[in-house]
């Protein structure tokens, strides 16, 4: 029986776009679904500068019907279940579709829910995360009159690993200008052991720190927050040790609870919140069932086939990939995932295509400043030749700031949308 689709993709954010487009301009007789149930779509990597101020939240919505390929079927529903053995996909609305292909890309879920206090935390004026609403960040950042300034990041994996540190970088920059970066201690606590993972980009950031004055707290994994009392909690993270003793007064009031747990008291208090993959990820067959990557994706980390199920593919933030989950890593997966589908629809086999693990992130570190992270599997450096040979990307740049700023929007919506780069 003649599938309803040749390609089912499910998620219409930058993956599922990229996807669609890419696949409709190579063969405008695919017949394509796309199972995307929101109107609007977000450019998410500009959340970081419209919580510093200096763009524009309403530059970073557009129409998803302006970006969904003429001759593409936007199915205006949410995908809810899967039936791999049938090639089936049934939606919340009470619909199934089947498909010859299928392309998984429903992103990441915020789950505020995973930590106590964080939902009651958030409907108060003191904390924040560029991640739900960036426009609150400036708010709070606007409002704050010195004190403890904390900045976060979780222990899950997250979108833009790199963002939680480049709200700390700019808001240390927006409170000198406003005054109160004297009377402030602006702390970045994370649950790993240093700042970035990748050996060449660290030194230039670990500089940053220190010119800037932030204190680094390192295998702090926050826990719990309790907004009235306003102080959060973190669980000491060190590998091999279960107690911890602080051994530095920084003027932070911090003290232990137990053996390992750390109460800091918080003026403004910025997070990423934990994340997961969807629910109707997690509890669907196609997610792992067990092991450390449990309710991610299965795909495997190069050909991004699905493990057990031959004609489904996955990318984006819902896949379980050992690398970091950004727009610029899904540019690099797109390319791969197309070249599969078309070839197996052609012949049943796999392209020569792989995906190395690609990902960049763009840290910006001060309104001008930006240094471009690249790298991919295993933490190596991956830097685009020409700019390596143009500039030490290894240190902030102001070309690399209006590279994030002007460039890369730009391209965005005019290029990796449309399916041309
Ligand atoms: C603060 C912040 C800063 C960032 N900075 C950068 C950066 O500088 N550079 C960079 O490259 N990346 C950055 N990112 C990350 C980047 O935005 C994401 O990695 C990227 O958007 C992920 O694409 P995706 O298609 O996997 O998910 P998304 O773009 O989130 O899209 C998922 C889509 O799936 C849809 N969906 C959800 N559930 C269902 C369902 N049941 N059925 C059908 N559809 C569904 C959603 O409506 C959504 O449209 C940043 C992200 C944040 C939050």
């Given at each position: 029986m003649a599938k309803d689709y040749d390609v089912l993709i499910i998620g219409g954010g930058t993956a599922g776009l990229m996807t669609a487009a890419q696949l409709h301009r190579k063969d405008k007789q695919l017949r394509i679904g796309l199972i995307e149930p929101s109107a609007k779509h977000h450019y998410q990597p500009a959340y970081t500068l419209v919580a510093a101020g200096t763009f524009d939240m309403k530059d970073t919505i557009r129409n998803e019907g302006d970006y969904v390929p003429k001759g593409v079927d936007w199915i205006k529903e949410h995908a809810a279940t899967f039936e791999p053995e049938k090639d089936t996909v049934r939606t919340s609305e009470g619909q199934s579709y089947t498909y010859g292909h299928l392309v998984v890309c429903p992103g990441i879920k915020l789950d505020i829910d995973a930590m106590p206090g964080l939902r009651e935390a958030l409907a108060t004026d003191?904390?924040?995360?560029?991640?739900?609403d960036p426009e609150k960040t400036l708010r709070v950042l606007k409002a704050f009159k010195g004190g403890n300034a904390v900045?976060?990041?979780p222990s899950t994996p997250i979108k833009c690993g790199g963002a939680p540190q480049k709200a700390a970088y700019m808001s240390d920059e927006f409170l000198r200008k406003s005054g109160v970066r004297d009377k402030t201690n602006l702390v970045y606590a994370t649950p790993g052991s240093v700042i970035f993972g990748v050996k060449e980009f660290a030194p230039a950031l670990m500089d940053v720190i220190h010119k800037k004055g932030i204190i680094l707290k390192t295998f702090y994994?926050?826990?719990r927050i309790d907004p009235v009392k306003k102080e959060i909690?973190?669980?000491w993270s060190k590998p091999g040790e279960n107690s911890c003793v602080l051994t530095e007064d920084q003027g932070l009031k911090e003290k232990v609870e137990g053996e390992s747990t750390i109460v800091m008291p918080y003026d403004m208090l910025h997070l990423a919140p934990p994340q997961s993959a969807p629910d109707f990820i997690k509890q669907s067959p196609l997610a792992y069932q067990e092991g450390p990557s449990k309710g991610w994706l299965e795909v495997d980390i190069n050909s991004l086939q699905h493990k057990r199920y031959a004609n489904i593919f996955g990318l984006g933030d819902v896949a379980a990939l050992p690398t970091a989950k950004t727009g610029a890593a899904i540019r690099k997966q797109v390319p791969v995932v197309v070249a599969n589908v078309l070839q197996r629809i052609k012949d049943g086999l796999l392209s020569k295509e792989q995906y190395s693990g690609y990902s960049s992130c763009p840290l910006v570190t001060g309104y001008g400043k930006m240094l471009l992270a690249e790298f991919k599997y295993d933490n190596v450096r991956d830097s685009d030749p020409l700019l390596r040979r143009l500039f030490d990307t290894t240190k902030p740049l102001w070309s690399m700031w209006i590279l994030k700023k002007y460039g890369l929007p730009w391209?965005?919506?005019?290029?990796?949308?449309?399916?041309?780069?």
């Open positions: 003191f904390v924040c995360s560029n991640y739900i900045f976060t990041q994994n926050p826990v909690h973190f669980k391209l965005y919506w005019n290029k990796m949308l449309r399916g041309t780069m």
